[in-house]
C-alpha cells in the first residue's frame, strides 16, 4: 500500500498574483492553472508537477489575525530544498527576513514570513 501524500493546500492571501510569483522567484515552480474560483474569487495554483499551493483571494480582502491563537489556524508551511544557502539568498532578494535558522537532525532550516504573515520554514536534508 502507498502512504498517502499531499497534493495541495488552499490559502487566501491579499494578492494572488504577486503570492504565486513570490512562490515562483524563490522556490522556481511554475503556475499549473488560474482562473475563476469559488465565491466569485479568483485562484492561481503554483508548485511543482506533483504538489502545489492555491493561492486564492476574493474581491474584498479578508481580516487577518494571529494563526498561532486560533483553532485551525495555519502555523507554518514547511517546503524542502537542495541548497538552503541559495534560497536564503532569494528569500532576502525578495525583500523577507530569514530567522529562527536551526541546524538539527534531519535537516538545516529557517523561517520568514511573507507579506501577508504566512510562515514558510525552508528546510534542506542535504549535507
Same mark, same amino acid.
Given at each position: ?6 497534493? %495541495? #493546500?488552499?490559502? $487566501? ?5 504577486? $503570492?504565486?510569483?513570490?512562490?515562483? &522567484? ?9 482562473? +475563476? =474560483?469559488?465565491? +466569485?474569487? !479568483? @485562484?492561481? %495554483?503554483?508548485? @511543482? ?17 494571529? $494563526? !498561532?491563537?486560533? #483553532?485551525?489556524?495555519?502555523? %507554518? ?7 538552503? &544557502? =541559495? $534560497? ?32 514558510? +520554514?525552508?528546510?534542506?536534508?542535504v549535507s
Open positions: 500500500m502507498t502512504a498517502a501524500t499531499l497534493e %495541495h #493546500l488552499n490559502l $487566501t492571501v491579499s494578492d494572488p498574483q504577486k $503570492t504565486a510569483q513570490m512562490l515562483i &522567484d524563490i522556490f522556481g515552480w511554475h503556475i499549473r492553472w488560474q482562473g +475563476e =474560483a469559488i465565491y +466569485e474569487g !479568483h @485562484s492561481i %495554483h503554483v508548485g @511543482s508537477e506533483t504538489s502545489y499551493l492555491a493561492v486564492y483571494n476574493l474581491e474584498d480582502n479578508c481580516p487577518t489575525y494571529d $494563526t !498561532h491563537r486560533h #483553532l485551525a489556524g495555519l502555523n %507554518h508551511i514547511a517546503i524542502t530544498v537542495d541548497d538552503l &544557502d =541559495a $534560497t536564503e539568498q532569494k528569500v532576502k532578494r525578495a525583500g523577507f527576513e530569514p530567522t529562527s535558522h536551526a541546524d538539527y537532525e534531519p535537516g538545516r532550516r529557517f523561517y520568514f514570513n511573507d507579506h501577508d504573515g504566512i510562515e514558510f +520554514e525552508v528546510v534542506s536534508y
